[in-house]
């Protein structure tokens, strides 16, 4: 079974902050995304990776970035917390690979900013 | 660009209900759709797909069928279970790619909640 995993469940921070959230996979698996879920909203992109130090925007970057040095491990990063950040984060990770695009999701970190 | 349309939550029945919770599309081309399940405090796990026009994708119980000449992929169960509360995202798969990137876009989620 596909395994993606992320370094915490709930996270609380200060404004003002530099917050860091780890997710990693363990099937090899190319591409790498990061999602915020916020209720109404559903899922909106922030970040996705397709390999080793790549990255593109999604549909919200602004206040975010990413790194991807290695395949299994892909970050976020919010370079100075804002209230407007609180959220729930769900990454996933995918092979281009089958004819049928699906993604593997983490169970999420939710991210208070105080 | 493409869309996912689905109904607002939360949506409640009792134990052994009919379930239907409408999806309906935007999409250039031939998109590829699915059913995410979110159960509480998990993250999002694929419950069915379907990658053309008429096919049927089915797990556990539930059902959909992509429908292109009415743009719709709504989901059914015959008889729903308290395990079967959770949050239902209807979401499509866009053909076209870019760095070897297929963007998925996701509806906005519909709360299901089912009581003994």
């Known amino acids: 079974d596909v395994k993606v995993t992320q370094s915490s469940r709930y996270l609380v921070k200060r404004t003002g902050e530099k917050v860091f959230l780890e997710c990693v996979q363990d099937?090899?698996?190319?591409?790498m995304f990061w999602y915020r879920q916020d209720p109404g909203l559903g899922l909106r992109l922030i970040y996705f990776s397709y390999d080793v130090k790549m990255k593109e925007k999604g549909d919200i970057p602004e206040g975010y970035s990413v790194s991807r040095e290695k395949k299994e491990r892909f970050s976020l990063i919010l370079e100075s917390a804002s209230t407007n950040q609180t959220s729930m984060y769900l990454c996933?990770?995918?092979?281009?690979?089958?004819?049928?695009?699906?993604?593997?999701f983490g169970p999420g970190t939710r991210l208070t900013v105080t | 660009g493409n869309s996912v349309t689905q109904m607002e939550g939360p949506v409640t029945l009792s134990e052994e209900a009919f379930l239907t919770i409408n999806c309906t599309y935007t999409?250039?081309?031939?998109?590829?759709l699915f059913w995410y399940v979110q159960y509480p405090g998990e993250g999002l796990q694929l419950l069915l797909k379907a990658t053309k026009a008429d096919d049927k994708g089915s797990n556990k119980g539930f059902e959909a069928t992509y429908r292109k000449e009415t743009t719709s992929f709504h989901l059914e169960k015959g008889s729903v279970q308290v395990s079967d509360s959770a949050v239902y995202f209807c979401?499509?798969?866009?053909?076209?790619?870019?760095?070897?990137?297929?963007?998925?876009?996701f509806g906005t989620g519909t709360k299901l909640q089912v009581i003994p």
């Open positions: 979401a499509l798969s866009d053909r076209g790619r870019s760095g070897g990137y297929q963007k998925v876009t």
């Open positions: 996933a990770s995918s092979s281009p690979g089958t004819a049928v695009y699906e993604q593997y």
């Open positions: 999409a250039t081309g031939y998109p590829s």
């Open positions: 099937m090899d698996h190319e591409n």
